[in-house]
């Protein structure tokens, strides 16, 4: 069985910075793409960055380029977002997501992922 755990959401104020962590179990964890997509109260749910393990290849919106960075540790099933220079518009539920086939290509698009974890709340005050 796929898990995703998502940890590390928090408040915080503008400017500040937040990692947040999403391990993973139940997938060949080296071979698959992982995504963190995020949801504001009335809004949709968007893609911020992934991350496909077999080749390092990732990508980000635009609205985070510059001050997101996602890295993926192969040895702890787990992929970080760590996020810097936060606004108020950052704030949000964050999910992780993986598409667990073997050379996953990583993507921003909801519907490329088959499991998604329960969410992190990241709520930045102005």
């Known amino acids: 069985e796929v898990q995703l755990v998502e940890s590390g959401g928090d408040l915080v104020q503008a400017g500040g910075s937040l990692r947040l962590s999403c391990a993973a179990s139940?997938?060949?964890?080296?071979?698959?793409?992982i995504g963190w997509f995020r949801q504001a109260p009335g809004k949709k749910r968007e893609g911020v960055s992934c991350v496909s393990n077999s080749d390092g290849t990732t990508y980000y919106a635009d609205s985070v380029k510059g001050r997101f960075t996602i890295s993926s540790d192969v040895a702890k099933n787990t992929v970080y977002l760590q996020m810097n220079s936060l606004k108020p518009e950052d704030t949000g539920v964050y999910y992780c997501a993986a598409d667990p086939v073997p050379y996953a290509l990583a993507n921003l698009l909801a519907r490329g992922y088959d499991y998604w974890g329960q969410g992190t709340q990241v709520t930045v005050s102005s």
């Open positions: 139940g997938l060949t964890f080296d071979d698959c793409a």
